[in-house]
């Protein structure tokens, strides 16, 4: 049974930072790609950032370009999203999304196939 779970979540100031984490369990995590996407009240989930597990190949939104970074521990199968520089606008439910293989939509949320239950980030003006 694939399991994500996510965590780091909270309430923080405009400007300041987060770290979030997604642990995985019960997937070849060596050939998977994990991605970041988040969800505002009234707004589709988007995409926000990716990682590719084996060579470490990453992507980002626009909009976070240069503030978030995704990395990952081999070691601990785990995904980190450190977020910086954080705006109102960052306000969402962040889901951490599992593929079983590469994909070069890898900005589309058919292209995973495993979803966690989502945490919540506030940032306040």
């Known amino acids: 049974q694939v399991q994500l779970v996510e965590s780091g979540g909270g309430l923080v100031q405009a400007g300041g930072s987060l770290r979030l984490s997604c642990t995985a369990s019960?997937?070849?995590?060596?050939?998977?790609?994990i991605g970041w996407f988040r969800q505002a009240p009234g707004k589709e989930r988007e995409f926000v950032a990716a990682i590719r597990w084996r060579g470490g190949t990453t992507y980002y939104a626009d909009s976070v370009k240069g503030r978030f970074t995704i990395s990952r521990s081999n070691a601990q199968n785990t995904v980190w999203l450190q977020m910086n520089s954080l705006k109102p606008e960052d306000t969402a439910v962040y889901y951490c999304?599992?593929?079983?293989?590469?994909?070069?939509?890898?900005?589309?949320?058919?292209?995973?196939?495993?979803w966690g239950q989502g945490t919540q980030v506030t940032v306040s003006s």
């Open positions: 019960g997937i070849t995590i060596s050939t998977s790609q």
């Open positions: 999304a599992a593929a079983r293989g590469y994909s070069s939509n890898y900005y589309r949320l058919t292209a995973y196939d495993y």
